[in-house]
């Protein structure tokens, strides 16, 4: 899918700034008071190399880990990869197996709005190729100081209202953290796809056979819709563990 082709599949599809959105997402921000000391508070031009060091490392209870993309830079813009868990293999596909959250990057005076919003959208659409059962994906972009929270799901995008980073720099920090601490189902994550030793499995059960049990997927689909917005029926060929005399087949 070329940037034209994105263009044309958002096209009538961006909603927003939606009224409530950080409290329908994110409810009661909380934030440890020692991240929100005034000295923490990045600049734009001094936000990437903030984020790599503080925003970055783990803290409480939070999942996973951000990282930066190796060659990102303040000039050409930069990606910001929530990452549940943290993959230890140089794989790009299997990273992007993992991503939970995006984020863009944009020094104001460098890329115009729409396309540092269009490399956002890029990520996106990446992850949900990647992840072609996920239901919905959180991102947010971040132009100079200002910042949009967005999510993407396959009926469309929706935004925040704009804030200043610097200016309300802890309910920044703590939407960071709260992505952290979503659940599954809060990041959007189909829960009906379970895993164990055995891979990615579905349990189904019907009134003709009680117990059909699990049923494995294949590692990718067979089929899927590639587009960001739209349709999002996949197909995957599944196998199922049967326990036959104590054996499994």
């Known amino acids: 899918m070329d940037d034209q082709e994105l263009l044309d599949n958002i096209d009538g599809r961006m909603h927003g700034p939606m009224s409530g959105f950080i409290k329908r997402y994110f409810g009661n921000l909380q934030c440890d008071p020692q991240d929100a000391t005034p000295s923490a508070t990045p600049s734009p031009d001094d936000f990437l190399q903030w984020f790599s060091s503080h925003a970055s490392r ?64 890029r990520s996106a659409y990446e992850v949900f190729a990647s992840q072609p059962t996920r239901l919905f994906l959180h991102g947010f972009y971040a132009r100079g100081s200002l910042i949009e929270l967005w999510v993407f799901d396959r009926s469309g995008l929706y935004c925040s209202d704009v804030f200043d980073i610097q200016k309300d720099f802890v309910q920044f920090l703590s939407v960071v953290r709260s992505y952290q601490r979503m659940t599954d189902e809060e990041l959007g994550k189909l829960s009906i796809i379970q895993t164990d030793e055995g891979g990615r499995y579905i349990t189904l059960n019907s009134v003709e056979i009680p117990a059909l049990g699990k049923l494995y997927l294949e590692s990718r689909p067979i089929a899927f819709r590639e587009r960001l917005v739209g349709t999002g029926t996949t197909c995957y060929r599944v196998r199922a563990l049967l326990l036959i005399d104590g054996t499994m087949s």
Not at 76 to 100: K, N
Request: proline share 3%.
């Open 58 to 121: 783990k803290a409480g209870s939070v999942r996973g880990s951000w990282h930066i993309p190796e060659h990102e830079s303040d000039n050409d813009g930069a990606r910001l990869l929530l990452s549940i868990p943290a993959s230890l293999a140089s794989d790009v596909q299997t990273r992007r197996d993992d991503v939970q959250v995006i984020g863009q990057f944009n020094h104001r005076f460098y890329m115009s709005y729409q396309d540092g919003l269009l490399r956002l959208c």
